[in-house]
């Protein structure tokens, strides 16, 4: 059997519906409303997202870091209109003010709430927890921009939080994968909206720095929680020569550590809790999606 076969085996009987349908819609020609339709489950009535939805937290409560998943979901379907209910709820979500930090004016990265669920211990509250980092601040600033209606009240907090959180890239140039991400959905929004209020020259080419940086060259080191060429899957640095070259060793390095049950092996835990076990394959199948990916990218796709 197959690499692929093997992992699309796991998928069909560990993933969530919600991941099921990104799995369909990526290699079975599944429907994007499929997708939507499972994310849907995930969203409270205040529009704010939680449930799981990002799979180390269990907290049913709309956190942004869930609101941030759940606009990642939206992103990987091409997008959907902005009067549809999902994006009108989030709009609520973020209008609101809930879990947002007035003096740093960004939204929370670990909320108080998460501290009475199962989660991660990275997701749990405490005075020491509050970062300010822009993750995922920047990336809902993206998104704001990209949705929300021109020279409404959110629209120009958005552009605000934008500016000053480029500015902070630019300065500081921070060396961690998720806030890179975060800048990179940034800028993608706002290419979508034809809208950028700050210098995406500029805040690109500290991107390409950064993520340049944080990727880790040392294979031997590749089974550890740290940066391969597939932590940047949409970055077109990737296709430099030196760093294609890379990705193919990685595509090698996936196919050879493949599980005999398809998924595979994750680099962190939490097993505090009996949820554990449940998030665990979780969040295999949604690595194993984006390893298929990867694998699909760079042409080793079996």
Avoid at 7 to 33: M, Q, V
Avoid at 177 to 191: N, Q, V, W
Avoid at 204 to 216: G, Q
Wanted: charge should be negative.
């Amino acid at each position: 059997m197959n690499t692929f076969e093997k992992a699309r085996r796991f998928i069909y009987r560990n993933a969530r519906p919600i991941d099921l349908a990104l799995f369909k819609y990526h290699f079975e020609n599944g429907s994007a409303n499929d997708v939507i339709t499972a994310l849907s489950a995930y969203q409270n009535p205040d529009g704010g997202f939680g449930h799981g939805i990002e799979a180390d937290n269990f907290n049913p409560n709309s956190i942004p870091i869930g609101v941030w998943k759940a606009t990642e979901y939206v992103k990987e379907t091409g997008g959907i209109e902005p009067d549809h209910p999902i994006i009108q709820g989030i709009l609520k979500y973020l209008s609101s003010g809930s879990d947002f930090d007035p003096e740093h004016n960004q939204w929370l990265n670990t909320v108080p709430s998460s501290n009475d669920y199962p989660c991660a211990m990275w997701w749990k509250y405490s005075e020491e927890s509050k970062t300010f980092e822009y993750n995922p601040t920047a990336a809902l600033a993206g998104f704001i921009i990209k949705y929300a209606k021109k020279q409404s009240p959110l629209y120009e907090k958005g552009v605000q939080i934008a500016k000053t959180a480029a500015d902070w890239f630019i300065k500081n140039a921070p060396i961690e994968r998720h806030i890179a991400a975060c800048f990179i959905s940034l800028i993608d929004y706002c290419k979508e909206a034809g809208d950028m209020p700050f210098d995406g020259a500029a805040l690109s080419a500290k991107l390409d720095e950064v993520i340049d940086r944080s990727i880790c060259r040392d294979t031997s080191r590749w089974g550890e929680y740290i940066p391969r060429p597939s932590a940047f899957p949409k970055w077109q640095g990737l296709y430099s020569d030196e760093l294609k070259k890379l990705c193919h060793a990685e595509c090698e390095y996936i196919k050879s550590t493949q599980l005999a049950d398809g998924s595979f092996y994750l680099p962190w835990q939490w097993s505090d809790y009996k949820e554990w076990y449940v998030a665990e394959n979780w969040c295999k199948a949604a690595i194993t999606i984006d390893n298929m990916l990867f694998l699909r990218e760079f042409g080793s796709l079996e």
